[in-house]
């Protein structure tokens, strides 16, 4: 590693996105440095479940397992879900995809945030030098480098700079690349919840007028609730008692799973769609929430991050083996070319199925029972939607 502050890369931001691209380059022979403004929270076993759970598809966690960060730790906290039934709440259309139908074992599990990072973090330990509590204070972007000086004075230097800060990447913003996209006017509304019924190990999602309700089963016999609602709807549930949110939720959900029968605390989170007009400034490059934000109705922010992370690894380690320079603008351009397509085509694909799941309008109502009946019965369709609901987009 460096001792003079000069890295092949500097990773802003150690989110689940960044760790694993700055894990993935390191594995690689890279010699990396990550600044993080947080340190991850600490993963206990007795701790109550983290409340910010994703769902990985099958390809995220090969990565994970490439890298050394799976199984996470308290492998008995994770959910599976074999199944996955979406269903109109106001029209006739429902489909059901099964793992079996791609020969897998399962379409995805469901993680806990805290257990995510610090699983990457620990095997992050001693391969990159890591830089937290820290800041990006200025960026100069040069020719042959990209310096970065952090808030108390740190200077680094790097031939790729990576921004992997979220949504409110302050580097995006630095480098002048625009951000735009379409504010839902809902929030998700996340809580644990236990239900009369067992879960089935299915991850359900019923299509309401006021946004999608999703119950994601949890590896304790719970379900992780994602409620997306109009703003004001939200702030109204989240105001409910446990036994009123309870009733509230329950019929949302149509009792699918009978009543339910305890809520843990709740939190909500703004539902925004949001896509870089760039991903590539210089030497500096975007990556995960900094460079898209999708709705969580396909549950794919970090799965969509995860392939950046394969996508930019490979560019890399291929320049790097014609000998090129890694930063040059003709190899980043290759990353983003890849991804930003890849990933413009998902955000596009959720925000129409939200706009057609949204409308009451009844010939569209009725066009979209017809389609979701058909993705339910048509073999190779359900087929296809199955290999979507897995992360294969
Ligand atoms: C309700 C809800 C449910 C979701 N469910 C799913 C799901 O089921 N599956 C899924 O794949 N995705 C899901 N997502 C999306 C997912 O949470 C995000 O896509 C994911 O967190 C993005 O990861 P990231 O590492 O890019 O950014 P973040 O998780 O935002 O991490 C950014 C990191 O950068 C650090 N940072 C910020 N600014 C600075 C700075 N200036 N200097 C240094 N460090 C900085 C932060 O501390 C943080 O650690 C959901 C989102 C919501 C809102």
Do not use: K
């Not at 991050?305 to 930019?312: E, H, I, Q, S």
């Not at 990353?335 to 706009?355: C, G, K, M, P, Q």
């Amino acid at each position: 590693m460096s001792r003079r502050g000069e890295h092949d890369v500097i990773v802003v931001g150690a989110g689940p996105v960044g760790a694993a691209l700055a894990l993935a380059l390191a594995a690689d022979g890279f010699d990396v440095a990550v600044v993080e403004a947080q340190p991850p929270r600490p993963a206990a076993r007795e701790a109550e479940l983290d409340l910010r759970v994703v769902a990985l598809a099958p390809d995220a966690i090969a990565l994970l397992q490439d890298l050394g960060a799976w199984p996470l730790p308290f492998p008995e906290r994770v959910g599976s879900y074999r199944r996955m039934e979406v269903w109109d709440a106001t029209g006739p259309g429902r489909a059901r995809f099964d793992a079996a139908e791609r020969g897998e074992a399962a379409l995805g599990r469901i993680v806990e945030n805290r257990h995510l990072q610090h699983a990457l973090w620990t095997a992050l330990a001693g391969r990159a030098r890591v830089l937290c509590p820290a800041e990006a204070a200025d960026l100069d972007d040069g020719d042959a480098t990209a310096a970065l000086t952090l808030a108390d004075g740190t200077r680094l230097r790097a031939r790729v700079l990576v921004a992997a800060e979220g949504a409110e990447s302050p580097l995006r913003a630095r480098l002048g690349i625009g951000f735009a996209g379409r504010d839902y006017g809902q929030r998700a509304v996340v809580a644990h919840v236990a239900t009369e019924r067992p879960h089935e190990d299915t991850a359900w999602q019923r299509f309401l007028p006021g946004g999608p309700l999703a119950f994601l089963p949890l590896g304790d016999g719970r379900s992780s609730i994602v409620w997306s609602l109009p703003d004001a709807e939200a702030a109204r549930v989240l105001a409910l008692d446990d036994a009123a949110f309870c009733c509230a939720l329950g019929a949302a959900f149509d009792f699918r799973l009978g009543p339910i029968t305890a809520a843990g605390p709740r939190a909500a989170f703004p539902l925004r769609l949001r896509r870089a007009d760039r991903y590539v400034a210089g030497r500096c490059v975007l990556v995960g929430d900094a460079a898209h934000v999708v709705h969580p109705l396909a549950g794919q922010g970090v799965n969509l991050g995860l392939r950046d992370v394969a996508c930019l690894r490979r560019v890399l380690a291929e320049a790097r083996a014609r000998g090129s320079d890694i930063g040059a603008a003709h190899v980043l351009r290759r990353y983003e070319r890849e991804r930003r397509s890849e990933n413009a085509l998902a955000a596009w694909t959720f925000d129409a199925i939200e706009r057609v799941f949204a409308s009451t309008a009844m010939p569209l109502v009725l066009a979209r029972g017809l389609g979701l009946e058909a993705a339910g019965r048509i073999g190779p369709l359900r087929r296809a939607l199955a290999a979507a609901a897995a992360g294969h987009l």
